[in-house]
């Protein structure tokens, strides 16, 4: 396995408007990371933790304010910034409205097909769409040719994979791809990309606030409070072991009909204050950086 995606020191400032001195909010925080061929790192965090804001970035909708992020070659070489949508796609949140409703689905894998130089002919494009489809389980001949109101929740965002998928991606950036979805179809669209993700060897950054399905969908672990990253390490460990206050509370706050009561056995010392909030846990090292490193 080799790094794919290195995030440096992400930054990420907005000037709120109002006021004379022009205040500024901080959404990422010297936020750093790297993205593996064949894992998943999962984000985790409250609503406003910044965790959108990174994949705005990341599939460079946003510029950030200061950091770096490099996009390397299977022989670690720096690919390109010209290149860099060929690798990198993004799957919103909402595959109501990522999809235009005046196009047909087999117009939304093609047109990427084109543009990034996947198919030379209409024959060829023809052929990759029907591919793409097959390989997000929509096989189904006729549904190329209808439109994106005439497709359930789970087929719409299966559709938004299969586009994510056309320029030939290596880093897929999913932005809470099922927590707009029926929970009775959540699971199959979170086995389909498990499964693409083998099959194509691709690195996923799993963006939710879902601590369960962080834990079976990913490798590693980030939780994200107020743009800071407070604690990061292997899945299991961070769910089942959290060490910082954040974490906790975010355990304590997942429905658990075994857990009754768990919520209240976090004490005062657990609360989160600005001491608490400047550091971070690193479950690989065992250590506590910021005002408690050391």
């Not at 609503?47 to 022989?75: F, H, M, Q, Y």
């Not at 304590?252 to 600005?274: C, K, V, W, Y």
Request: aromatic fraction near 6%.
């Amino acid at each position: 396995m080799s790094a794919i995606l290195e995030v440096h020191d992400l930054t990420k400032d907005y000037r709120l408007r109002g006021g004379l001195r022009r205040p500024v909010l901080r959404a990422v925080d010297q936020v750093s990371f790297t993205l593996t061929e064949g894992r998943t790192l999962a984000l985790v965090g409250e609503s406003g933790s910044g965790k959108s804001t990174i994949a705005r970035i990341l599939a460079r909708l946003e510029k950030p304010t200061a950091g770096r992020v490099v996009l390397r070659a299977p022989d670690g070489t720096q690919v390109p910034g010209r290149f860099y949508r060929d690798y990198v796609q993004m799957v919103f949140q909402d595959p109501f409205a990522s999809l235009n409703p005046f196009h047909t689905i087999a117009h939304h894998i093609a047109r990427p097909l084109r543009l990034h130089g996947r198919a030379r002919d209409r024959a060829q494009t023809a052929l990759l769409v029907d591919q793409l489809l097959e390989r997000v389980s929509l096989a189904e001949p006729a549904l190329a040719r209808r439109r994106p109101h005439e497709l359930s929740g789970g087929q719409r965002q299966r559709v938004a994979i299969a586009r994510a998928l056309a320029p030939g991606a290596r880093v897929v950036v999913a932005d809470e791809p099922v927590s707009m979805l029926d929970v009775s179809i959540r699971l199959d669209v979170l086995k389909l990309l498990a499964r693409l993700q083998r099959e194509e060897n691709l690195a996923v950054l799993y963006i939710t606030h879902d601590l369960a399905t962080a834990r079976h969908f990913s490798d590693e672990i980030l939780v994200l409070y107020r743009g800071r990253v407070v604690e990061r390490g292997p899945a299991d460990e961070v769910i089942l072991a959290p060490r910082h206050p954040y974490t906790k509370l975010l355990a304590a706050a997942s429905p658990d009909p075994l857990a009754r009561g768990r919520a209240e056995q976090i004490g005062a010392e657990d609360e989160i204050d600005a001491a608490s909030a400047a550091t971070a846990y690193d479950h690989y090292t065992g250590r506590w950086t910021g005002l408690q490193a050391g």
